[in-house]
């Protein structure tokens, strides 16, 4: 009996999880913590398996777009399917080599490009105050969170006329469209704001009050490191659906500018090879814009 016992005694004091003190540790000490916490040790690859790794997240998108692409001009070439339902791949090329040579593409791309990003700028600047403060004052949920869900119910595009009516349409960038692009976008930013608020260990931001970290210092050194990981999953989301609102915005408001209007006048013109053209703008657009939010998120890792 007294060996069992002893026994279970020892595999208490393993398995019991270590025990930090409050008293002498910096903020900086338990953000490391909270880190440790969340990984894992692993080895490190060698460069042949790094290669293998690497090899097997290209080689799959690559093999997929030259089927798409086969499949694409045998279809238009061989099926002879109707160039105003899909136009050769030459087609689109040919007219994406055009746009961009007089410069239609570029100088429509980069209305978009502005209404995006003070779309998404703005509706940053609102959702991470609106999401802490939802996470940390329950009287402020109460009251905000039935017209987020609310908002969010309500299609952005039905408030495109009262916007239209209210700011005008005459200016480049234009409000209406910035402002339909920000609706559009906020929701899903004051969503992983509260969610990287709501998951902090209750236990680091306790300890580092005791130590005597409080509002600006608590919030700058322990809160906003820890959240920052679920903060910059929404804007990398947000960031990206930008280009989507501003799009949305130029085809309700129906204005003269921006790569929404030139796929509006490619649909009037019944020109396809235009139209796919513009799409594979959009798609470019959209892909450097994810590609700049993963730099951000490592910026961030290398920063926190």
């Known amino acids: ?3 069992m016992t002893s026994s279970q005694e020892d595999v208490s004091k393993e398995v019991r999880p270590p025990v930090y003190e409050a008293h002498g540790t910096d903020a900086d000490t338990w953000v490391s913590i909270a880190k440790k916490k969340r990984t894992h040790a692993s080895h490190t690859p060698t460069p042949a398996l790094l290669a293998r790794q690497r090899t097997l997240t290209l080689a799959p998108p690559i093999v997929l777009a030259v089927v798409l692409l086969v499949g694409w001009y045998m279809s238009a070439s061989v099926a002879h399917v109707s160039t105003l339902f899909l136009p050769a791949p030459g087609d689109v090329v040919t007219s994406l080599f055009n746009g961009l040579r007089n410069g239609l593409f570029l100088s429509n791309a980069w209305i978009t490009v502005q209404e995006s990003l003070l779309g998404f700028l703005l509706a940053l600047v609102i959702a991470l105050p609106s999401g802490y403060g939802i996470a940390k004052s329950r009287l402020l949920a109460a009251a905000l969170q039935p017209y987020i869900a609310a908002g969010q119910a309500i299609p952005a595009v039905v408030v495109a006329p009262l916007l239209v009516l209210w700011f005008g349409y ?5 409000i209406p469209i910035v402002v ?3 609706l559009i976008v906020l929701f899903p930013l004051v969503i992983t704001t509260i969610l990287g608020m709501q998951t902090i260990d209750t236990q680091l931001t306790d300890a580092a009050r005791v ?5 600006w210092s608590l919030l700058s050194a322990i809160e906003f490191p820890l959240a920052l990981p679920a903060i910059l999953a ?3 989301t947000s960031l990206t659906l930008s280009i989507t609102g501003a799009v949305v915005g130029e085809f309700v408001v129906s204005g003269d500018s921006g790569l929404g209007s030139l796929v509006l006048l490619a649909r009037e013109q019944y020109d396809t090879a235009f139209l796919f053209a513009t799409l594979v703008v959009l798609a470019v657009l959209a892909a450097l814009y994810y590609a700049f939010s993963g730099l951000l998120m490592k910026l961030a890792g290398a920063i926190y």
């Open 1 to 3: 009996m007294s060996v």
């Open 170 to 174: 005459s200016t480049v960038p234009s």
């Open 180 to 182: 339909l692009c920000m």
């Open 211 to 215: 130590e005597g970290a409080s509002g």
């Open 234 to 236: 929404g804007v990398r």
